[in-house]
């Protein structure tokens, strides 16, 4: 690079011949002495070793000779200044180039003026003295200047003992750029822009004047610790051999090359490199994804997304991050934090806790626990002034007052900092939490999160939590849910693949194993489709299970189809609901085309349960249809549904909407259905015949309804014709129907038995 040829500036000063108005015989400043009719210069002819030149008798400690015209100085072009000078008379003094250098505003620059002096020793000889000036701290770079200069006013010095003669035969001002640089070098070095490296001085702009100069190139960044005072955004794509101070408190996006690698380059430490390089996803990048390289990272500490953003609560364009493996490294940040305290609790206001004593303890997004409190009940916001929680969910039965109990699990990705994040995605990558971190916390709010093909291994507590409505929406898709606690039997386990508070989650085509829970579910409008969820153990016979899936509250409108249920079931509850006393129905649940299986379990074992809070609670909507029922190993179960009746009960005459049809059993004694088609056969004759529903009815409900009564084989000979009245709610159960003849009849008939009522 050459400045006076591709830029056309011309450097040189005049010869001096041209005349001394334009040499100062101070800094070269407009308005100062020059040389012009100084008693003290004079030009001298040339001779066969020296031009035409100036002589010069000095008579100051420091007699200067400046340009008047100011050179400019420009990012990444190095200029070599020099001059040569002979002695011819008198002491014998010393000569450096020298300059005044102005910064951007016309002021003097604080920087490095001289070059080093020549001790001119011999009379008549040819000296030649040079200095090189650039912006560079570079090996042969005399004069190192800061950003701000913007020019300078060039000559030099005479120094030492007065009453001398010294010739000049010229100032020489050229382009040494080229000694430092080839235009065929494919990367443009900071160094040669300012940048100084030492981990201290503000390289910002020495950046910006480098990447703005790239024109296509790599921005080479050399050995050394590069400090970034303010935000820096780079067009151009970045080499890395030095790093970026890790104090640098400013935004640092690197948009050509934008990924985990470039910056792992950048900063030189996994952790500092992530969470930089999340602090630019989520700072309008060129780039909608993270890619981390395929590479393994280790993590010391939870990476809080919302601090390494640092400026904004909320963000909604799609973001992603991609293709790695982020691992849990041992340190105590993982560490649980928890705390205990007094607060109140009022129904009315069903997601506060009032009156928190020493509310400061409590952790956004700590797990709430104590009487009454329902399952992955978090705290969203701690409001500090008013000694305040705000919560994920209601509390179905707390207390007015009471002590509970607050634990912070630590995570891998945590967002609970975001007020608000939409549309982001996380895709193949695996959590190894080593049973120290749990992996994602959701945002506080947010629509359409996908968590597509990764892998939860071994999180310590949970896998995903959500504390607010970040998971409104969210698909959950192909990924595998290993548990930290599958050594334990069930009843020991703690860990939850996932909870979530709102609507529409899509939850397809996962494996979760030995978790307490899979999935602790509330909102509505949900698809469970394809999922393997298995947690058994190796407690032998009889051993205890526990609920794949919590569904907490009544009105649930969700799907279950072709999944696989494993040692678990399916729980539908309503303990997410402060007014447990209000009257709608638990339903709006189907259940399609599944495969239930268990083994080594007590005979009372089930696979769909039904868990009322609350007295005399009732079914509306519950669809079981075409799904295989299968007990393995030897052992029986007794049915497949049942009731919990631990917190509440069911009215069995209010049931309304209940289809139990086509399914397989195997292993079953008692095969549910509704409508129930009953054999029954009368030997001998009776008037009243009662046929029992022997408990094939679902939830051990009543016999509301019969859809019609189907003589099977010849009823006795005396038969009439008419069919018989019918009583329904028969038997010490209420479960069976009663016949009703017009004369004593014997036979056989199928009793089609609704536990439902016809809407």
């Not at 008693?39 to 200067?64: H, M, W, Y």
């Not at 960044?221 to 400090?227: L, M």
């Not at 609970?416 to 049973?435: A, K, P, Y």
């Not at 268990?598 to 079914?619: E, H, K, M, Q, W």
Request: hydrophobic share 40%.
């Amino acid at each position: 690079m050459n400045k006076a040829v591709t830029d056309g500036i011309d450097l040189m000063p005049p010869a001096f011949s041209d005349g001394l108005s334009v040499w100062s015989s101070q800094d070269g400043l407009a308005g100062q002495a020059t040389y012009d009719d100084a008693p003290n210069a004079a030009l001298v002819a040339g001779g066969a070793d020296f031009g035409e030149c100036l002589e010069i008798f000095k008579t100051d400690s420091v007699q200067r000779l400046r340009y008047t015209e100011q050179t400019a100085i420009t990012p990444g072009c190095y200029l070599r200044v020099s001059a040569r000078v002979k002695l011819v008379g008198g002491n014998r003094p010393s000569v450096r180039i020298a300059a005044y250098p102005l910064t951007n505003g016309g002021a003097e620059a604080t920087v490095p003026s001289t070059g080093d002096a020549v001790f001119l020793e011999t009379y008549g000889e040819v000296y030649e003295v040079s200095a090189i000036v650039g912006q560079g701290a570079r090996g042969g770079v005399d004069l190192v200047w800061a950003q701000n200069v913007a020019g300078a006013h060039f000559g030099l010095d005479l120094i030492g003992d007065n009453n001398c003669s010294v010739r000049i035969e010229s100032i020489v001002i050229e382009d040494a750029t080229s000694n430092f640089l080839r235009n065929l070098m494919d990367w443009v070095d900071v160094r040669d822009y300012g940048a100084v490296g030492d981990g201290v001085t503000d390289d910002t702009d020495a950046f910006y004047a480098a990447d703005a100069a790239s024109a296509g190139r790599d921005l080479l960044v050399p050995e050394g610790e590069f400090y970034i005072g303010s935000e820096l955004t780079l067009d151009a794509r970045v080499r890395f051999t030095g790093k970026i101070a890790h104090s640098s408190p400013g935004r640092v996006a690197l948009t050509h090359n934008y990924n985990y690698d470039t910056y792992l380059d950048a900063f030189q430490d996994e952790q500092v490199a992530l969470e930089r390089a999340l602090g630019a996803l989520y700072a309008f990048t060129d780039h909608d994804s993270l890619d981390l390289c395929g590479r393994q990272i280790r993590l010391t500490r939870p990476v809080d997304v919302h601090a390494a953003v640092g400026d904004r609560d909320t963000f909604g364009n799609r973001r992603a991050i991609r293709n790695g493996y982020l691992e849990a490294a041992s340190s105590s940040a993982w560490n649980d934090a928890t705390a205990t305290s007094s607060a109140s609790y009022d129904s009315a206001k069903p997601l506060e806790l009032t009156d928190v004593v020493n509310v400061a303890q409590i952790e956004q997004g700590s797990l709430v626990e104590g009487t009454g409190v329902g399952r992955e009940v978090y705290v969203r916001e701690v409001d500090i002034p008013n000694a305040k929680l705000i919560l994920s969910q209601p509390l179905y039965a707390a207390a007015g007052t009471q002590t509970y109990s607050f634990t912070r699990f630590r995570y891998m990705l945590d967002y609970s900092g975001f007020t608000s994040i939409n549309r982001q995605c996380l895709m193949q990558i695996e959590f190894l939490c080593n049973r120290r971190a749990s992996a994602v916390m959701l945002a506080q709010s947010g629509t359409a999160w996908h968590i597509h093909d990764c892998w939860f291994v071994r999180p310590k507590d949970r896998a995903i939590t959500s504390i607010g409505e970040g998971c409104n929406g969210i698909s959950i898709e192909s990924n595998e849910f290993l548990s930290p606690d599958g050594d334990q039997d069930v009843g020991q386990r703690t860990s939850i693949a996932f909870n979530t508070n709102k609507n529409d989650m899509k939850i397809r085509n996962n494996r979760a194993v030995q978790f307490l829970h899979f999935a602790v579910v509330a909102g509505g409008g949900h698809l469970f489709v394809g999922n393997h969820w298995w947690q058994g153990d190796n407690a032998g016979e009889g051993a205890a299970r526990s609920a794949g899936v919590v569904l907490t509250n009544k009105n649930v409108k969700t799907v279950f189809t072709g999944n696989y249920c494993d040692n678990a079931f399916i729980e539908l509850t309503d303990e997410h609901n402060a007014n447990t006393a209000n009257d709608n129905p638990y339903g709006n649940l189907t259940i399609t085309g599944n495969i239930f299986t268990c083994s080594d379990v007590l005979r009372s074992f089930t696979y769909i349960r039904i868990a009322p809070i609350g007295p005399n609670r009732y079914i509306d909507g519950i669809s079981v249809t075409d799904n295989a029922f299968k007990t393995i190993g030897g052992d029986i179960i007794q049915r497949v549904d049942d009731v919990d009746t631990d917190r509440g009960t069911l009215d069995p005459t209010r049931t309304r909407g209940v289809t139990f049809t086509g399914n397989v059993y195997e292993n079953v004694v008692i095969r549910t259905q509704n409508p129930a088609a009953v054999p029954y056969t009368k030997f001998g004759s009776a008037t009243t015949w009662t046929v029992p529903t022997a408990g094939r009815l679902p939830f051990g409900l009543r016999a509301l309804t019969v859809d019609g009564v189907s003589p099977t084989y010849a009823i006795s000979s005396s038969w009439d014709g008419r069919l018989p009245r019918v009583a329904v709610k028969q038997g010490s159960a209420a479960d069976a129907i009663g016949l009703t003849w017009s004369e004593p009849v014997g036979g056989g008939v199928i009793v089609h038995v609704r536990c439902d009522l016809h809407s």
